[in-house]
């Protein structure tokens, strides 16, 4: 008995650090060192032309095609304007990294990963892709999860002590003071918004150099999002799965 226990609480105590570190090392060199996982193959997509003029935000840049996003949110349960954003964060971030070659999928998973596509703790997002209830993750008081001070006097995750991962793509505030982008071209990076969360997810993915085409380039990537092997696999096989449901890109 008392060998399951403390195999419980080792379980318990590595999925709190799959959660605690979304987004905590941002730019470690441990990222580039670590042994590569092949990448999910990348899922196809069917885009609407992109008009002379437009910006680089999600709301306003190529988005996909209507046919298409109805079919693909059937296939994979994502409903279609989750999807949408996840297709032209994916896209927008691809563009202003050429060599990225970042899959919708990717993005995807990652969100199903962190909060079930905005879903976590029963809430949901509205048609403009923003929570109509908190997505605040556990504290990070190093009870189980990695201590981390309070950066924002608790203005996102409302906790003036320690910091939580906030949003539908679970940024901790310093992380998100550091890379948080305007996707919807409000004049507002919110961590609450999809739109924003996922355009500077794809866009941190896409960071330094990475290629996601590649085994390593993938794996540096999620590894940099979250410090767990187990994650990666659990990223890799949604992605995995959201491509086999819709199609793989030629």
Not at 101 to 114: D, K, P, S
Request: aromatic content about 10%; glycine content about 14%.
């Amino acid at each position: 008995m008392l060998r399951f226990k403390r195999y419980l609480v080792l379980c318990l105590f590595l999925v709190g650090v799959m959660t605690a570190f979304s987004f905590w090392a941002i730019g470690q060199p441990g990222a580039d060192a670590h042994g590569a996982f092949s990448p999910p193959p990348r899922a196809a997509v069917k885009m609407d032309a992109l008009s002379a003029g437009m910006t680089t935000a999600v709301k306003v840049t190529r988005t996909p095609d209507g046919g298409w996003l109805a079919q693909a949110a059937a296939q994979t349960g994502i409903p279609a304007t989750v999807l949408r954003v996840y297709v032209a964060a994916a896209a927008a971030a691809n563009d202003s990294n050429p060599g990225c070659g970042i899959g919708w999928n990717t993005v995807a998973a990652v969100g199903f990963v962190e909060s079930a596509h905005g879903t976590y703790g029963g809430g949901s997002l509205d048609k403009d892709g923003h929570a109509t209830g908190p997505i605040v993750g556990p504290s990070l008081n190093g009870a189980g999860f990695a201590a981390i001070p309070d950066t924002d006097g608790g203005a996102l995750d409302g906790d003036a002590r320690w910091d939580h991962a906030v949003g539908p793509m679970q940024f901790i505030p310093s992380t998100w003071k550091m890379a948080g982008l305007d996707g919807n071209g409000d004049g507002l990076a919110d961590p609450f918004n999809l739109d924003d969360a996922a355009l500077t997810a794809a866009t941190y993915l896409c960071g330094h150099g990475r290629d996601l085409t590649t085994a390593q380039g993938w794996t540096n990537a999620i590894y940099a999002y979250n410090q767990s092997d187990a994650y990666i696999r659990q990223v890799r096989a949604q992605a995995t799965a959201y491509a086999a449901k819709t199609g793989t890109a030629e």
